[in-house]
């Protein structure tokens, strides 16, 4: 008899709740995990990207002669230069590659208005002190690193050049193909060669984009 009137109790209540009306889905609280956000969420970490120009020494070596970092807004997405220096040879240059390094002899005697010139160990120091403990973004950076004498931690690199979405039959592509597909734009273009704040931005957008 008590289960038969439990039973009556659970169906009337069931009728009556259905009956009731739902309050307006705008006056519902957001689920807990609901948090609004900009369009580039805050990261814990800073995120730099990371470009080298090089010219050739004796049997075709490459040589540093010109480092930019460029550091990331998370709250915009736009990139800010922070670091572009030329750097003083530490051997004998042969072939200066001009039309693709955009570095002439006058620089690495005098840098420029915008990248002066340092020494190799100046120009190592500032990097290191700056990417430490960041998210470094690099495209094919293998000579970059060489050249740079310094490789960064592996769990805080992010090589664009390896993203399955930017790879061709399991090869990487040149960043320059990639920025005129994905970006938009075309760099390393005309006779005045790469500029190495341009391809590190052309990075570090790809990587925003795809991250």
Known sequence: MFITLLVRLRAFLTRFLRLLPLPPFSSL????????????????KPVYALDCEMVGGARNANILARVSLSLLC?????????????????RRIV???????????????????????????????????KVKGATLVVHDGRADFECLRYRHPAADLRDT??????????RRRR???????YLGYEIQGGGGGHDSVEDAVAAGRLYVMFR
């Open 175 to 181: 960043l320059r193909d990639l920025s005129s597909e």
């Open 95 to 129: 072939d200066y590659r001009t039309a693709y390094s955009g570095v002439k002899p006058e620089h690495l005697r005098s840098g420029t208005a915008g990248a002066p010139l340092v020494g190799f160990t100046d120009a190592r120091s500032a990097v290191v002190s």
């Open 74 to 90: 998370p709250a915009t997405g736009s990139w800010s230069t922070a670091l572009d220096v030329h750097v003083r040879p530490t």
């Open 29 to 44: 609280p957001p689920p807990p995990s609901f948090s609004p956000s900009p369009p580039f969420l805050p990261s814990p």
């Open 161 to 170: 050049s390896l993203l399955p979405r930017f790879m061709w039959q399991g």
